[in-house]
């Protein structure tokens, strides 16, 4: 869809009528709020119109939007987390028939939209696994890591000019230096052992990072304010991925600053 959808009036009013029992006045704002969001969640502009000619079938329709709208996020999540697990176990057939599956049941176009291009970007990871060519418009890290698989699987590993490009890209990202990256790139030997570090790093950094953040957000709801402090000085004592260093000198701060007034 072309246009940004903001659910939150919506998810308001549905609040406010369907939990809180207020009455449902149809004003001209509240019918062009409801035909507005019917329309974002695939129901036809005729059925919208129906339900709009009385408060009872308005009602009903506004308990059918909020439920596509419930229905669809905590399906879409949940394959999403299912994809994420089959990513990291290398099965991309399997997460893009999880998505496949959301597409057979799915109506709301922004979900479809969102499941449609998951499986369009495993289905072009597929690929890149299966030839070794990159796609310049899929993530690089995502690339790294199949290519890694395509290596395991016995595959001889072609240092073209496109990986070449991709490893000087991303090499500085997990702090590899210049110096090592050309080193690296004389031979498709240390191109591989390069693509190990680099993957080796990112994901030890987030799996670092986000224990120090459960520990963090324990111990500051604990109100062990200065344990908290410590997970993060913790992460920056061995960190050395520059994105997962920045994030937690952004914890540490947060947590220097001074609670907001009530």
Known sequence: MSEKIDWGPIRDLAQRVLERSEPLELSADTRA??????????????????????????TTLLREIRQRIREGSKRLGKAQDRVDELQQKGDLDGAQQ??????????????????????????GLAE??????????????????????????GHALELTDDLRALLRRTAPMAAVSEAETEEAL??????????GMILSRFQKGERRFL???????????????????????????????????EMAEEQLRGLDRPPPES
């Open 98 to 123: 999880v998505m496949r599956d959301v597409l057979a049941v799915e109506v709301v176009p922004l979900y479809r939209e969102q499941a449609e291009r998951t499986l369009e970007r495993f289905a």
């Open 33 to 58: 709020l409801l035909f507005k969001s019917a329309r974002e969640v695939a129901i036809s502009q005729q059925d919208a119109e129906d339900a709009l000619r009385s408060l009872p079938a308005a």
């Open 186 to 195: 004389k031979s498709p030997e240390g191109a591989e052992a390069l693509m």
């Open 128 to 153: 890149v696994r299966a030839t070794g060519r990159l796609n310049p418009d899929l993530p690089d890290r995502d690339q790294l890591a199949v290519l890694t698989q395509r290596i395991q699987q």
């Open 211 to 245: 224990r120090s953040m459960y520990r963090m957000t324990s111990l500051r709801d604990a109100g062990d304010l200065e344990g908290a402090r410590q997970q993060m000085r913790d992460v920056l004592a061995v960190e050395v991925v520059p994105l997962y260093r």
